[in-house]
């Protein structure tokens, strides 16, 4: 039988000069760096601090997945909501450990 398409190529190994070669060649192409710089460093926060970071991110995925709920109908509502409801959840849990890293340092 014919094929009208062709077989897809074999994989390189990544570790192979000539995949290096063209690497190193994209990368100068973009301007970018030949090596991945390590991601900076963030400040060191106790574990309240975190922890509230942690709530204020799941407070604003909440709003942005009700806001956009409320945009919806049928059963891509309801997914939405169910993501609202696993995000309250999240935000429940977060009250007990914040709860308990207020009775731990008072």
Known sequence: MFKI??????????A???FRLAAERAFAHYELPATLT???KRQS?????????IYEILQS???TAYESADNLQGSQRKLALGAVHLIDMA????????DEQQAVTT
Do not use: Y
């Open 5 to 14: 398409t062709p077989n897809p190529p074999i994989a390189e190994d990544l």
């Open 61 to 63: 995925a909440s709003a």
């Open 38 to 40: 390590p991601p900076r």
């Open 91 to 98: 935000q429940q849990e977060m009250d007990g450990l914040l």
């Open 45 to 53: 926060r106790n574990t309240e601090e975190t922890l509230l970071h």
């Open 16 to 18: 192979s000069p000539a």
